[in-house]
């Protein structure tokens, strides 16, 4: 499994100084959210927010900074406009420093106010903090009958707050109490109806008494409509739906058809007071179908082949709802269920029944979730199946929505689908300057090159590199902006296949991707006032056609520009690898990185870096550039910082194998003695290397290979496969790959050539 | 009918007005009223009892005559036997203290004397001689090769040891006499296990004569015994008085038996009651106990008090309060005088450590002294009623019960099911409402906090004896193995309670990767019962002591079991929760210990636990309620000093007796009167020791003090005894030095203050005792205050620390 993330942590943190340190950051806002249609005053604490910082608004709407700021104090009157749909945004400052990292406010039409010892009228989101052990409180004056909701905003709008809420009532009983619900992403709502007029009272503390920071809250009190579920929660792509938005109460709202795939945030109903994160569907290419609400036979809703999804209910305890699949035999059934991850608040069980009922196969959890996955291997001679989709817990009721993916694989065939993730959530870039935005690409299944754009990029601002390689790791995009003034905008990523498939680019890890999944593609471009041609790293004696060669030795000319000549430089590599994981570990042994760490001396225009190729290497191809950080004279400062060129390198292997007439090889199988195949095939040895060659099958333990090493003097080779007779017929996918010790001085270090994957075809004997 | 004849007996004597010594409270009563008998082997005892003017019992079966009307068809022996004869009815005279009493006898017997049943005298006989107990064949290994059921649980079993094992060598049907069966247990072939019984003897006799009857098992026969019955249930008797029991056993068919020959019967407290081998009781000390008769494996037991005379006693008016009257009524009956009410300064630190486990502060003795407001009292309990710091000391009494623990579940886990019972307890959620919602709870901690309660339980077996010794009072961890040896649970009541909760299991919540103990409480419904591993099969769902219900399939068992636990009626559920309550304000419970009730550990005041248990009931299990009853009941509010008359009486509340304070109301207290705070390692800062989640926190104070590690669903895992180390800790630990020396504490606070030497004194006794000096200690104290001089700071600390160290301190009076 590859996890990009470490890498792109180290990235996003090198990214975050090339403005220098006047980049602005927020340390904290001392209200978490905005009246539409009113002002609301947000006070920022923190640094380098200059006298003169900006709010980057989201909306339409308008900030005015007030007078007083400081470099660490900053008041805005913001004021949205009338139309902006309630929901979670994100606000971030900018300077000529840059951009900050954002702040999630929430905005609605509740009065915004301080948290504090009574609230006089309701409803009102009231901001404030509960820190460590402490407890938080405030009263109001209800009435009986008077139903109320208290909800807290704290983990989903980036507070570390576990909140637990408790309401006391005239008599200095507890009326409820309420705890931090998976369902609503760690956060609370509790909901009451008032027994008697009179003072009720309010708490919030931390579930464990020991709130990390930050530990700010959005407590909303009163009465207001929110949206918990879409049901359905996807719609294939230019199919009308009627659409159920759940909470308290359900509204209907009918989607037409949509062109584009995606995530699609919808508009709220006219009517009523609304507030929470802003409700959405997934429009997809793949078919949707809904549950039957007529009673399923026993066997299950009928679905048809191939790749769809179920939006379903289980509006029961313990219900079960049933599907019956038309599958290939010996095909895989790759099954997934999506519930709880959606806010639903079900305990789901798959499981696949044959035609009788009888269960084959059970799936609970997966990690990180209890929605299941689970991966059924089609028997032989199995047209169908059933599948069941179970509440386990007894949770099931009006608000227990699921989506169930099906998706059958047949044998040879491959899925074709990727994911694009960045680090990067801003980009500031200095007149005439340069910065790269590593772009990796979450390949499942899709091998084909992915070119990417952006949507709202500030005026001057071009992209360069942008074309993510066929089986490439990912990009370094290039972003260069000319000497014309420009705004900063909050810009968009987006990938595209040659076939016309478009992902947006999502920020790895980002604390909305499932609340308001598009707010986890803003990425904000700054422009700064730095002068980029002050301080410049370029390439030196580097070669047009450098290349990486597993376990060889790169060396990186550099030269360099810097207006004082006394200053050092720090180097850092910059790959668009992702970083290989041993044990959910960075496993370096396999990361192109620095021999050892580089920092040219001052005075210094030229120097080099030393780069080791690992080796194993997947991608056939690599970006590489040069991360120069210009110290200050005490090497505690980073004047400034630069990029060399994207040198795009591609990955020189000692050793190519390829097998003759493959990659199918037919065998026809006795039923007495099985089948013997043997294959011709050649090795070629490149990049100077002329050693032995051993290789390996990799494939079922039925299947046996007579393979004799490849001595240094021989390039030809012959592949002898033995099959039992109690094989079944159909494809056998198998994958040979050779090792080998490029330097003899090095024994021990070993090099595995690419696996050239073939499959035998068995056929049954006539006889 | 039975009822109807003693009536008419009864009506009978009261007519013929015949003067007795002692004076009679009543009629002399015969029982059984009517004989019938309808076995050749089963006689039946006449009870002939009386109840003096004074309460005590006669048993006037030695001085009374019997005689039999016709003997052809029944006889009567001097000590009160009824023996069949032939078919037919006559009557039996009885003459006593001058009366004579007619016992109808109806006599049905079968043609011919049936043969010795296995199952209904074999199996009592070597009950009752002893060889199937756990010490000899019972044993699960059996001893010297023989095994036998623990206490004739399997008579099937026992049947093939006996007859077949090794030959069948331990019967000899040619010489019945000397089969092993009853040569060994007679001494006639040598005997690890000692004589058990004479030659001669009725157990002797029937198990040669059923040896002599071919050794033939009855397993088909279904009747079983239902109930066993002592008479009288109550014994009130002089010491040293002798007074006889008479056994009856109910059996499925309908008939009764007597069984006083083969009954085992023992004192719980020899001190007070002795009972030999055939059901003669001879009393001891003053004192109480009980009698407690086992028949097969069926248990009764009567309860026995034993009074002096006491001719000055002047019984005490009854209230009307739910728990004085029974209280006072049981006092008059033994002839106690209770303590007078306890002072306002001994009932206000009392019933503050008691709701809300901390000591009042200076302010509110003062104003509670100060008010003259008859009320005063019960306006004090309502207030405590609806302090927060309620809700921190009876959280922290369920959380113990619960096992509420990090070391069994995550700490958000333990966290939210804190939360839940403190919720609970701050809402007054009925208990069984609390109850069912544990019971029933599913899902993670994050779901359904009270989850938790599974997640901490070991395995099925675990749930099953947490839940019945929590909301039962019932320790069923006998019967997991066999069958329980002071009650009538069986294995099978164990797994029939066991599977209401088989399909129940934890499995990893990952939802929350890498946080220990993270688990998920889920359910499987279509899990088959638990399986008795006496028979090797599923047993099915069957209510502790009640029925087996018919339940749907897949459904969730839990349920069922938890409606039937909190209903009014049930027996059980009400009962427990009422004496637990009841012991946390008393020294004991009405049944001791309180998690440990059965038949055979019959409570100290019978009538007092029923109206306080349908009081509850009826009243939707509210526990604040049942605790402002208690509260504000003379009983509780009586003082702790002892008069002469209930000196010796510890078990009937006739004074309140001194415990040792809980260990987190100690420390609460230690805190308050010398105003150092406490911080313990692994809990919330700020949190009392009351507030602390669990005990996986760092205090030696509280560990000394005997806090439980929740390791135990039982009240016994919390020490509240005395010992020496705690002395010492006291005398030299640094949690009463250092907040005695603190600059900042009471003491340099009190010093600073200037106050008189009196006043200074007094305030010392309110923050440490809750109370104001008497003159003898003001004047104790104004010397010893004088005698340090100038060193007036050392003078304070040194007081603070003697009163800390006084037993006012570390006791609740």
């Known amino acids: ?54 709010l980057l608004l989201p909306f339409a709407g308008q900030a005015e900074l007030k007078p007083g700021n400081t470099d660490k104090k900053a008041e805005f009157a913001v004021t949205p406009a009338a139309d902006v749909p309630p929901g979670y945004y994100q606000l971030r400052l900018v300077t000529d420093g840059g951009a900050s990292l954002p702040v999630i406010v929430g905005v609605d039409k509740l009065p915004q106010l301080p948290f504090g010892k009574t609230v006089e009228s309701l409803p009102a989101a009231l901001h404030g903090t509960a820190s460590g052990s402490g407890i938080q409180e405030t009263t109001f004056t209800g009435k009986a009958g008077q139903k109320l909701i208290a909800e807290v905003e704290a983990q989903r709008i980036g507070s570390k707050l576990r909140p637990v809420v408790h309401l006391i009532g005239p008599e200095r009983r507890q009326i409820g109490w309420s705890w931090p619900a998976p369902a609503l992403f760690g956060d609370t709502r509790l909901e009451a109806t008032l027994p008697a007029d009179g003072t009720y009272t309010l708490t919030i503390h931390d579930l464990e008494y020991a709130a990390p920071n930050p530990s700010f809250f959005r407590l909303k009190l009163g009465q207001w409509s929110y949206v918990d579920h879409v049901f359905p929660s996807g719609v294939a792509k230019g199919q009308t739906q009627v659409l159920e938005l759940i909470g308290a109460a359900t509204t209907k709202l009918e989607l037409p058809g949509q062109a584009a795939i995606g995530v699609l945030p919808l508009d709220w109903p006219q009517e009523g007071l609304w507030s929470g994160p802003r409700p959405f569907v997934t429009v997809s290419s793949t078919a949707e179908t809904i549950e039957q609400a007529t009673p399923a036979p026993p066997t299950g809703q009928e679905l048809p082949a191939g790749l769809v999804a179920v939006s379903g209910r289980l509006a029961a305890p313990f219900e079960e709802d049933r599907y019956r699949v038309p599958v290939v035999p010996g095909s895989k059934l790759k099954l997934e269920v999506l519930a709880e991850r959606t806010g639903s608040p079900l305990d789901v069980a798959l499981i696949v029944r044959n035609d009788k009922g009888a269960p084959l196969a059970r799936g609970e959890d997966s990690p990180g979730t209890i929605d299941p996955v689970l991966e059924y291997a089609v028997p032989a001679d199995v047209n169908s199946v059933t599948i069941g989709v179970a509440d386990a817990l007894g949770r099931g009721g009006p608000r227990g929505a699921y989506r169930l993916l099906i998706d059958p694989q047949s044998p040879g065939e491959t899925r074709s689908d990727f994911l694009l993730i960045t680090a990067i959530q801003r980009i500031a870039i200095p007149d005439g300057g340069r910065m790269l935005v590593p772009i990796l690409a979450e390949r499942r299944g899709y091998a084909e090159p992915i070119d990417l754009s952006a949507a709202r990029l500030p005026a001057g601002v071009k992209l360069d590199n942008v074309t993510i390689p066929a089986g490439a790791d990912g990009t370094l995009l290039t972003i260069t902006r000319g000497e014309e003034p420009a705004e900063a905008t909050i810009a968009a990523l987006a990938g595209k296949t040659s076939t016309g498939d478009e992902r947006t680019v999502a920020i790895k890890d980002h604390p909305l991707a499932r609340l308001q ?226 330097d003899p001085k090095q024994a021990n270090v070993r090099v595995k050539t690419l696996d050239l994957d073939f499959t035998l075809v068995l056929e049954a004997s006539a006889n | 009918m039975r009822h109807f004849l003693s009536l008419l007996i009864v009506a009978c004597l009261a007519t013929s007005a015949v003067a007795a010594d002692p004076p009679l409270a009543g009629p002399i009563m015969v029982h059984p009223a009517a004989v019938k008998l309808t076995h050749h082997r089963q006689p039946q005892s006449l009870q002939v009892l009386a109840t003096t003017a004074e309460g005590y019992s006669l048993d006037l079966r030695p001085q009374a005559k019997f005689a039999s009307a016709a003997e052809k068809i029944a006889a009567v022996d001097s000590t009160g036997w009824v023996r069949p004869v032939a078919s037919g009815q006559t009557e039996v005279t009885v003459t006593v203290l001058g009366q004579t009493l007619k016992v109808p006898v109806t006599v049905s017997l079968p043609a011919a004397e049936l043969a010795h049943s296995f199952r209904h005298e074999v199996m009592p006989a070597l009950s009752k001689a002893g060889c199937n107990m756990g010490a000899c064949h019972g044993y699960s290994l059996g001893k010297n090769g023989f095994r036998l059921s623990l206490r004739g649980a399997d008579p099937e079993q026992d049947y093939l040891f006996i007859t077949k094992e090794f030959f069948g060598r331990r019967v000899n049907l040619e010489k019945p006499e000397a089969s092993l069966l009853v040569a060994k247990p007679r001494g006639d072939v040598p005997h690890e296990g000692g004589i058990r019984f004479k030659k001669g003897s009725l157990v002797d006799g029937i198990l040669t004569d059923w040896v002599r009857g071919s050794a033939a098992g009855d ?153 003259t407001d008859a009320a005063k009292r019960e306006q004090t309990i309502d207030a405590l009623l609806a302090r927060p710091e309620l809700v921190d000391h009876w959280s922290l009494k369920w959380g113990d019960l619960l096992q509420n623990s990090r070391n069994s579940v995550s700490s958000q886990g333990m966290y939210l099911f804190r939360e839940f019972i403190r919720g609970a307890v701050a809402a007054n959620m009925p208990l069984d409402e609390f109850a069912r919602r544990i019971l029933t709870a599913k899902g993670g901690g994050s ?123 049930n027996p059980l559920f009400a009962k427990s929760l009422v004496n637990r309550l009841w012991s946390y304000f008393f020294h004991r419970g009405i049944i001791e210990p309180v998690d440990d009730i059965r038949s055979t550990n019959p409570p100290i005041n019978p009538e007092l636990l029923a109206a306080l248990t349908k009081d509850f009931a009826e009243h939707g299990f509210d526990a604040r309620r049942l605790m402002r009853q208690i509260v504000t009941s003379e009983t509780y509010q009586r003082a702790s000093t002892p008069t002469e008359s209930n000196e010796s009486d510890e078990q009937n509340f006739s004074h309140a007796i001194p415990r040792r304070v809980p260990a987190e109301a ?28 669990d005990g996986n926190v760092t205090s030696s104070f509280l560990n000394l003090f005997g806090k439980p590690q929740r390791m135990e669903a039982c009240e016994c895992e919390r020490d509240n005894s005395s010992n020496m180390l705690q002395a010492l800790h006291f005398i030299n630990g640094a949690s009463i030095l250092g907040r005695v020396q603190n600059a900042n504490g009471r003491a340099a606070q009190l010093v600073k203050q200037k106050l008189s030497d009196e006043e200074l004194i007094a305030e010392l006794y309110l923050w440490s005792l809750a109370r104001r000096p008497s003159p003898k200690e003001l004047e104790v104290s104004l010397e010893f205050l004088k005698s340090y001089g100038d060193a007036r700071t050392d003078a304070v600390q040194d007081m603070l620390w003697a009163l800390l160290n006084s037993k006012d301190f570390l006791l609740v009076r």
């Open chain 1, 1 to 54: 499994m590859l996890r990009p993330t470490p890498l792109l942590k180290l990235l996003l943190a090198l990214a975050a100084t090339s403005a220098t340190a006047a980049e602005p950051a927020i340390r904290n806002l001392n209200l978490r959210g905005l009246a539409i249609g009113s002002t609301t005053t947000l006070a920022f604490d923190g640094d380098d927010l200059t006298t003169t910082p900006k």
């Open chain 1, 517 to 742: 999944p598009w707010l986890a593609s803003e990425i904000a471009f700054a422009p700064t006032s730095l002068k980029a041609t002050d301080y410049a790293i370029d390439w030196g004696d580097l070669a047009a056609d450098a290349a990486l060669v597993p376990t060889a030795k790169l060396t990186l000319p550099v030269k360099l520009v810097r207006p004082d000549e006394n200053t050092a430089v720090r180097l850092t590599l910059v790959t668009s690898q992702i970083e290989p994981l041993n044990n959910n570990r960075p496993d370096p042994a396999r990361t192109l990185r620095l021999e050892k760490a580089v920092e040219i001396a001052p005075k210094m225009a030229t120097g080099e870096a030393v780069v080791l190729v690992p080796a194993e290497l997947a991608s056939p191809v690599y970006d590489l550039s040069l991360q120069a950080e210009f110290l200050s004279a005490d090497k505690k400062t980073v004047l400034a910082t630069s990029f060399a060129p994207v040198r795009r390198m591609e990955v020189r292997r000692q050793v190519l194998l390829t097998l003759e007439g493959g990659p199918k090889f037919e065998a026809t199988l006795d039923p007495k003695a099985g089948a013997t195949v043997t294959i011709a095939g050649k090795l070629e040895r490149r990049e100077g290397f002329t050693g032995d060659v051993t290789l390996a099958l990799t494939g079922p333990a039925a299947v046996t290979a007579t393979i004799p090493p490849i001595k240094a003097d021989a390039s030809d080779f012959t592949l002898t496969l033995k099959v039992p007779a109690n094989q079944p017929v159909g494809e056998i996918p198998l994958k040979l790959a050779g090792t080998f010790v490029p």
């Open chain 2, 219 to 371: 397993l088909a026969d279904q009747n079983r015994v239902v109930a066993v019955r002592l008479v009288p249930e109550t014994l009130v008797l002089h010491p040293n008085e002798p007074h006889q029991l008479q056994c009856l056993a109910e059996y499925s068919d309908g008939t009764v038996r007597d069984v006083t020959r083969l009954t085992v019967f023992t004192a719980n407290n020899e001190q007070f009651a002795r009972v030999d081998d055939e059901g003669l009781v001879q009393a001891g000390d003053a004192g109480e106990t009980a009698i407690v008769a086992r028949f097969e494996r069926t248990f009764a037991a009567t309860s026995v008090l034993v009074l002096r005379p006491n001719p000055s006693f002047v019984a005490a008016p009854l209230p009307q309060h739910i728990i004085d009257r029974p209280v006072v009524a049981k006092l008059n009956r033994l002839k106690i005088v209770a303590s007078p009410p306890a002072d306002d300064e001994e009932f206000l630190r009392r019933v503050y450590l008691d709701l809300i486990g901390v000591q009042p502060k200076p302010d509110e003795v003062r104003a509670f002294l100060a008010s």
């Open chain 2, 447 to 569: 779901d359904d906090p009270a989850s938790a309660y599974f997640a901490i339980s070991k395995d099925t077996n675990d749930t099953v004896e947490r839940s019945t010794q929590v909301f039962c009072g019932i320790r069923m961890l006998c019967a997991r193995c066999h069958t329980h040896p002071l009650e009538n649970w069986t294995q099978a009541d164990y797994y029939g309670v066991a599977s209401f909760f088989s399909q129940v299991s934890t499995r990893a919540d990952t939802r929350f990767p890498g946080v220990q103990n993270a688990k998920l409480v889920q359910l499987n419904l279509a899990a088959g019962p638990a399986i008795n591993p006496r028979t090797s099969r599923g047993q099915q769902p069957k209510f502790l002591g009640g029925e087996a219900p018919a339940l749907a399939a897949e459904t969730d068992r839990r349920e069922a079991y938890a409606l039937w636990l909190t209903a009014k009626e």
């Open chain 2, 666 to 693: 100690l420390l609460d207290s230690l805190v308050q009167a010398t105003g150092v705070p406490e911080s313990f390692g692994g809990a919330p800062a700020g949190f009392r020791a009351a507030q602390l989640p």
